[in-house]
């Protein structure tokens, strides 16, 4: 078998598994379970699906990092429900599905799905230094499309997008990309800037939409040639120009935002999915028989290598 990373945007598939499965069965304490179940479902499916060799499921230590929200205060402000002085403010999240985090994490050790965090630093950016210092091909399995700036043809680094559903999951490359938004995979990130996203609280250039973003990439390449060309009055509409010209601000601190980190000191991980014991199996079991995990943790457990 070749060697295969897959790389986990895990908050985005629990919270995906929380709303996309009913919370009729619980634990004998009457906590739900439902996202725990759904995750352990997602992952049976992507194992046998796309038979990877190693996982690491990658971890919000910091889902808004200061340094981030100092650049642009607007930066996923709308899902704050507590600001924290001493640490990452409080997300909007329901308080069923938060109860369920610490269960999630253990039924990712039972399973040997290391979870790799950084501090100061989102899910993203975990996905981004693994993915570019991976020797191996790559699958990053996210619902997120700012992660479509890490696709890699030459180096087998892909998307499988779960934005549909896990019954209609999307392998992205950059024929892809390009198919959809009239750019490359590499473009990604700067086209985000200009289009802008309200669910990050990234606000775009105002006036420009993801067609003018496309057409201004394709001539001028990327940021720094649109704002070079808009300064020498070249670039797109007179229109156009004025209003990269108006950005000026946005411009300097949005593709530091927007872009993914590539390079943190995450140590040494342990990622192989090593074959299913008698000493994991048990632990597995007996964790699923605790919190009615059921069905899923068996489903689970047969996915991994025999």
Not at 51 to 61: E, I, L, N, S, Y
Not at 69 to 88: I, M, N
Not at 180 to 196: E, M, P, S, T, W
């Amino acid at each position: 078998m070749t060697d295969r990373l897959m790389l986990l945007d895990t908050a985005s598939l629990y919270f995906r598994a929380f709303y996309g499965v009913p919370d009729k069965v619980r634990a004998s304490d009457g906590t739900s379970v439902n996202a725990v179940r759904g995750l352990l479902d997602m992952i049976a499916k992507l194992v046998s699906t796309y038979r990877p060799t190693h996982v690491v499921a990658c971890w919000d230590d910091d889902w808004r990092p200061a340094w981030r929200v100092d650049l642009l205060p607007s930066y996923k402000a709308h899902r704050v429900v507590e600001a924290v002085a001493s640490g990452p403010d409080r997300e909007e999240a329901p308080d069923p599905l938060v109860a369920q985090i610490p269960l999630i994490r253990e039924a990712l050790a039972v399973l040997g799905i290391p979870v790799v965090g950084a501090a100061e630093h989102e899910a993203d950016d975990v996905i981004g230094t693994l993915a570019t210092t991976a020797q191996v091909p790559v699958d990053i399995v996210t619902g997120d499309r700012d992660l479509f700036q890490l696709i890699d043809d030459e180096r087998g680094i892909r998307i499988v997008y779960t934005a549909r559903g896990m019954s209609n999951l999307e392998v992205v490359d950059d024929a892809a990309v390009f198919a959809k938004y009239g750019i490359h995979a590499a473009q990604y990130a700067d086209f985000a800037v200009l289009r802008g996203d309200p669910s990050d609280g990234l606000p775009g250039v105002a006036g420009i939409g993801e067609k003018s973003a496309a057409a201004l990439l394709t001539a001028h390449t990327d940021l720094a040639g649109i704002a070079a060309a808009a300064e020498a009055g070249t670039g797109g509409t007179p229109a156009q120009r004025a209003k990269i010209l108006a950005a000026a601000d946005y411009l300097a601190v949005a593709p530091t935002v927007v872009r993914v980190v590539r390079d943190l000191d995450l140590g040494v991980i342990d990622d192989a999915l090593r074959p299913r014991d008698d000493e994991r199996t048990a632990a597995a079991e007996a964790l699923a028989e605790r919190w009615n995990l059921g069905s899923s943790m068996t489903r689970a457990l047969a996915a991994l290598p025999a």
